[in-house]
């Protein structure tokens, strides 16, 4: 589980994917999607979105800031978008291409709460938190890029998205999506100390080391602030997303199609406004979408419903040609347990064959509200295993292994054959499953996977070292976010 030797982070290899839509179906939620913004519009309240917009052939209620568009300016903007681009990373070997043949690992974002790794209470979230978070997830070859998986609750909150930046770029060397800077004064902030680890703005532009995604506010708006800072994103060269997050009876119909249909729509209207005023900045198409639990007024985040969810997303993403970010993982169960076994262990292997880009994301409890360091083990455990899966098998002359079998004929055992050698490291090992025999998993006190899992997460918390930054950076990252708090 722990970093290859060059550093390489892992990904899922896709061959065939399961579209749980038929070509009429996904043509047909297109259709209703097209319908709500031309007939119901969609609330830009941005004045350089509208008059792009409104000079690509939309209409615009100023007084209302709601926005209309025409089904032909939605899908000629949308095609604007590049279908392929690269996540750029500190380190080059850490590079990820969202080609649409492999799924990436992140972090889920913005827990308010950390189970403390010594005694297990939740408590509010830091800075350290978020730092000794991202510094575990460097080491961790599953997880290919990060989120700020907590809240640094401890820095003044208008500069807060800046404090967790840093965390991410001076505690990892992987791509960091800075999906907390939501505003345009944020997102210029971001921009400064991304370009200053990069080596300057034109270097940041030829390789952004960071992306972005701002949400949508269901139903159908979006606010000034977050249209702000995508669209600084992308006049930097930034990569810079759509993300829904609609609940089926409370911001969204009860019915999945129209939870689909309304979500979709948003996603639509955030790409072509972006395409509107920068043709041609990539960007991607993301979703979370769930259900209100009806018991409590919550939310599922897990169950049919929103596993259905991540698989017709990651399908629609790939009839715009524009790459999926999918959320996967993040259970609705309170503690690392068999719920969380059972959600998280479907949602990936879910988001995995629908051949979802990205993947956010591992380590979050009860709902995306609570991180747990043993949990993103855990999660990575699955993913493994899933990835593992997904690959398929490799068919040759040297896999069949006829001469092996010929040799060791019947009765015999494949033990002390060179071939067994050859490829035995290639089998998988558990790094938390315990496959052990049961009287030695009695001598050893029982252990399951959550102790050793928080064993683990501790031994590579006292002893993983990332890739530093250069000298002096960090004191300049510091002195940029210091500027913006006064």
Not at 93 to 112: E, K, N, Q, S, V
Not at 185 to 193: E, F, N, P, V
Request: charge should be negative; glycine fraction near 10%.
């Amino acid at each position: 589980m722990h970093l290859n030797k060059d550093g390489k982070v892992l990904a899922a290899e896709y061959g065939n994917r399961w579209e749980p839509l038929t070509p009429e179906q996904v043509k047909s939620l297109h259709r209703a999607s097209l319908h709500i913004l031309e007939h119901t519009g969609i609330c830009m309240p941005h004045r350089q979105v509208q008059e792009a917009l409104a000079g690509a052939g939309a209409r615009v209620d100023a007084e209302k800031g709601r926005v209309f568009f025409p089904p032909p300016v939605v899908e000629g903007l949308c095609q604007k978008a590049p279908p392929k681009y690269t996540l750029c990373s500190r380190n080059p070997a850490r590079d990820l291409p969202l080609d649409g043949r492999r799924g990436y690992l992140t972090l889920d974002g913005c827990g308010l709460e950390v189970l403390d790794l010594e005694g297990g209470q939740a408590r509010p979230s830091t800075l350290k938190d978020l730092e000794d978070a991202v510094r575990l997830a460097d080491s961790l070859e599953q997880v290919a890029f990060l989120w700020p998986t907590i809240s640094a609750r401890d820095c003044p909150r208008r500069v807060q998205p800046l404090h967790e930046l840093a965390a991410l770029l001076s505690n990892s060397s992987k791509h960091a999506q800075a999906m907390t800077a939501v505003s345009g004064t944020m997102a210029q902030g971001s921009l400064k100390i991304a370009a200053a680890v990069a080596g300057g703005s034109k270097a940041l532009k030829e390789r952004p080391i960071i992306s972005n995604f701002v949400c949508s506010i269901s139903p159908l708006s979006y606010d000034a602030d977050s249209l702000d800072a995508a669209l600084a994103f992308a006049e930097a060269g930034i990569p810079a997303g759509f993300m829904t997050m609609q609940i089926s009876c409370a911001t969204a119909p009860a019915t999945m199609a129209g939870n689909l249909a309304l979500g979709n729509a948003e996603i639509l209207a955030g790409m072509a406004a972006l395409q509107a005023v920068c043709p041609g900045a990539p960007t991607f198409y993301g979703s979370c979408a769930t259900v209100m639990e009806l018991r409590s007024g919550g939310v599922t985040c897990g169950g049919p419903e929103d596993f259905l969810f991540q698989a017709v997303s990651a399908q629609m993403a790939r009839f715009y040609r524009v790459p999926s970010n999918i959320g996967t993982f993040a259970t609705g169960a309170k503690a690392s347990n068999w719920h969380a076994g059972v959600e998280n262990g479907i949602s990936g292997a879910v988001s995995l064959l629908a051949g979802a880009d990205m993947l956010c994301g591992a380590g979050l409890l009860n709902g995306a509200r609570i991180f747990s360091f043993e949990q993103l083990l855990l999660d990575c455990e699955i993913f493994e295993i899933l990835r593992r899966t997904g690959g398929g098998l490799e068919i040759t002359e040297e896999t069949l292994a006829l001469d092996a079998i010929h040799r060791v004929g019947p009765g015999g055992h494949f033990m002390m054959e060179p071939h067994t050698l050859a490829h035995l490291r290639k089998l998988w090992q558990p790094e938390v499953i315990n496959r052990s025999p049961y009287e030695k998993w009695l001598a050893d006190g029982k252990k399951d996977a959550l102790e050793t899992a928080r064993e683990k997460a501790r031994e590579i918390l006292a002893t993983h070292e990332p890739e530093p930054l250069e000298e002096g950076l960090l004191k300049e990252i510091h002195q940029i976010i210091k500027s913006y708090e006064e």
